[in-house]
C-alpha cells in the first residue's frame, strides 16, 4: 500500500519561503511523474506543479510560475516543492501525489501553508 508524507509547511509572512517534502513509500517511485496540488478552503484542489519521472521537465500552474520550484530525488522517493514570494492566496492545504490524475494514489495527509502578516 502506498503511503506518502508531506511536510515542511507552516505559517510564513507574504514575501517569505517555505520548502514542502514528500516522501513515498510502498511504490516503485523513480518511474511515475509526480506533482503537488494545493486546496484552499471552499475551493477544488489544483495542480500546482509537475515534474517527470526523471526529473528533466517541469510545469508549473500560472499562478506560481516564477515563484515555486519542483524537484524530485529519486535516491530518496522524495519529492519538494521550494516556495518563494509567498502570496496569501498560495494559502491551501498542499499536497503531492501522482501527475496522472487517471492514476492518483491515495492522498497523503497534506501540509498546511497559511501565508499571512
Known amino acids: 500500500q502506498v503511503q506518502i508524507v508531506e511536510s515542511g509547511g507552516g505559517l510564513v509572512q507574504p514575501g517569505g519561503s517555505l520548502r514542502l517534502s514528500c516522501v513515498v513509500s510502498?511504490?516503485?517511485?523513480?518511474?511515475?511523474?509526480m506533482a503537488w496540488y494545493r486546496q484552499a478552503p471552499g475551493k477544488q484542489r489544483e495542480l500546482v506543479a509537475g515534474?517527470?519521472?526523471?526529473?528533466?521537465?517541469?510545469n508549473y500552474a500560472d499562478s506560481v510560475k516564477g515563484r515555486f520550484t519542483i524537484s524530485r530525488d529519486n535516491a530518496k522517493n522524495t519529492v519538494y516543492l521550494q516556495m518563494n514570494s509567498l502570496k496569501p492566496e498560495d494559502t491551501a492545504v498542499y499536497y503531492c501525489?501522482?501527475?496522472?490524475?487517471?492514476?492518483?494514489?491515495?492522498w497523503g495527509q497534506g501540509t498546511q501553508v497559511t501565508v499571512s502578516s
Open positions: 501525489n501522482r501527475q496522472n490524475v487517471g492514476r492518483l494514489w491515495a
Open positions: 510502498g511504490s516503485i517511485f523513480n518511474i511515475y511523474a
Open positions: 515534474i517527470t519521472s526523471g526529473g528533466d521537465i517541469t
